[in-house]
């Protein structure tokens, strides 16, 4: 875990003075309100969807539904912070663009919940979207408004829980869940590339550089690999299916 430490989060806050993506946008401006009313819906779709899909992951392993509900009610939780952000910014979220940002990887869920695929449906919520999560947080922190900097601070430690939660759960099954997580990465990666492709130009309003967003995940995702038990070289090759779709 330690590798996973971002400079981003222990710093200072940007020196408001300073130049480039480290200096803080216009919160009040209607451009950074707009790029925000997407993004911010982004986030509370991904939360909401986080909540379900461990509840959904409760039935899949049911000795673990107890953990797995707590894990959901942090989503609740996490959602309602970032709904706080929008409202402290005059800032209503548009709904319906975030759902169809996540139709792709929801449909992808629920196709492999209904065939009780559980190491495809944890490597989809609890690897991809919170290694997502993680490094749009990291990102923003720096450049977020200071209500929904806090509040983001207290998120991104919970979202660490959940990305363990996965990991420890795929490696403690890495022998029989090896070809099926294979296959689930080549599916589903290109996907998240895809997604952080769509939001790299309303991150830039938001002072979020999308190639900083991209190695932040990329160095997520590889930790997290690494530690369920796949060699350099295997994360390698798991890696170029980001490259291809
Ligand atoms: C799982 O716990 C949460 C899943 C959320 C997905 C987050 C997507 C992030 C997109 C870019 C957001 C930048 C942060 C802005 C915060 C208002
Ligand atoms: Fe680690
Ligand atoms: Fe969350
Ligand atoms: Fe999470």
Redesign the pocket.
């Known amino acids: 875990m330690a590798t996973l430490a971002n400079p981003a989060v222990t710093e200072p806050a940007a020196n408001p003075g300073a130049a480039g993506s480290e200096a803080l946008p216009d919160f009040s401006a209607a451009t950074y309100k707009d790029a925000?009313s997407r993004?911010?819906a982004?986030?509370i779709e991904?939360?909401q969807e986080?909540h379900d899909n461990y509840i959904a992951l409760g039935t899949l392993i049911p000795e673990q539904a107890d953990e797995l509900a707590r894990l959901a009610r942090m989503?609740l939780k996490?959602m309602k912070g970032?709904t706080a952000?929008a409202n402290n910014l005059g800032v209503t979220a548009d709904m319906p663009f975030a759902k169809e940002f996540f139709s792709p990887l929801h449909g992808n869920f629920q196709k492999a919940l209904a065939e009780g695929k559980v190491t495809t449906c944890l490597l989809i919520q609890a690897i991809l979207?919170?290694a997502?999560?993680i490094s749009?947080?990291h990102?923003?922190i720096p450049v977020?408004d200071p209500f929904?900097r806090k509040i983001?601070e207290g998120v991104v430690k919970d979202?660490y829980t959940?990305l363990n939660y996965g990991q420890e759960w795929l490696k403690a099954n890495l022998d029989n869940v090896r070809e099926e997580l294979e296959q689930a990465n080549r599916e589903n990666l290109p996907l998240v590339r895809r997604m952080l492709e769509q939001?790299a130009d309303d991150?830039a309003v938001?002072h979020?550089d999308k190639e900083d967003l991209m190695a932040d995940f990329l160095s997520s995702y590889q930790e997290a690999l690494l530690d369920i038990g796949f060699t350099g070289r295997e994360i390698a090759k798991l890696a170029a299916a980001a490259l291809v779709g």
């Open positions: 925000y993004i911010n982004i986030v991904g939360e986080a989503e996490h970032f952000c979207i919170e997502f999560a749009a947080y990102i923003y977020a929904a983001t979202e959940h939001v991150a938001l979020m």
